[in-house]
T-cell receptor, first 114, second 111 residues
Framework: DGGITQSPKYLFRKEGQNVTLSCEQN?????MYWYRQDPGQGLRLIYY???????QKGDIAEGYSVSREKKESFPLTVTSAQKNPTAFYLC?????????????FGPGTRLTVT | AQRVTQPEKLLSVFKGAPVELKCNYS??????LFWYVQYSRQRLQLLLR??SRESIKGFTADLNKGETSFHLKKPFAQEEDSAMYYC?????????????FGRGTQLTVWP
């Protein structure tokens, strides 16, 4: 079940600590995305990157940072400035082809900050 | 501004009953619409896209531009349809653009 991998599945941190969530894809997709999934809130876009060394803020970028040094990797750092970091984080990549546009999602990382 | 609205947070039906999950959108143009599904302990995955005009797992969705809706329908619900369903919109003209998701509808199909 390759494609997009996120690690770890569960992550626990103390308040005030930065934490980095990993996202790797072997689909050769140019674009990658980070979402936050909270009950009743749906998927909210944090950051996205359409190409290596370039990324854009999504709807809720405050308190987060990303990098895109390699095509296959798009790590997300949750900083201590994020006021409510406990959530389920989803990474995705996308392709646009003759078959249409589709985003592929990873299994997610559940972050708990106490 | 783009917006996707799923008015029902929860929806319950009995097995064999018809089911309709509502999705309305706001977009100043001609969008692409999608339905994504997340089964328990599985990844979020594409169910269908309006461009394909296909039926997947018995589900269909028709884009109604007049009503700006993209409701998901199935004539006879099955227990395995129980899942979280998300409607999503992508603006046309962007080759690697983003998706705008609704808040999701949790469908429960009772035996």
């Amino acid at each position: 079940d390759g494609g997009i991998t996120q690690s770890p599945k569960y992550l626990f941190r103390k308040e005030g600590q930065n934490v980095t969530l990993s996202c790797e894809q072997n689909l050769n997709h140019d674009a990658m995305y980070w979402y936050r999934q909270d009950p009743g809130q749906g998927l909210r876009l944090i950051y996205y990157s359409q190409i290596v060394n370039d990324f854009q803020k999504g709807d809720i970028a405050e308190g987060y940072s990303v990098s895109r040094e390699k095509k296959e990797s798009f790590p997300l750092t949750v900083t201590s400035a994020q006021k409510n970091p406990t959530a389920f984080y989803l990474c995705a990549s996308s392709i646009s082809s003759r078959g249409g546009y589709e985003q592929y999602f990873g299994p997610g990382t559940r972050l708990t900050v106490t | 501004a783009q917006r996707v609205t799923q008015p029902e947070k929860l929806l319950s039906v009995f097995k064999g009953a018809p089911v309709e999950l509502k999705c309305n959108y706001s977009y100043s143009g001609s969008p692409e619409l999608f339905w994504y599904v997340q089964y328990s302990r599985q990844r979020l995955q594409l169910l269908l896209r309006h461009i394909s005009r296909e039926s997947i797992k018995g589900f269909t969705a028709d884009l109604n531009k007049g009503e700006t809706s993209f409701h998901l329908k199935k004539p006879f619900a099955q227990e395995e349809d129980s899942a979280m369903y998300y409607c999503a919109l992508r603006g046309r003209g962007s080759t690697l653009g983003r998706l705008y998701f609704g808040r999701g509808t949790q469908l429960t199909v009772w035996p």
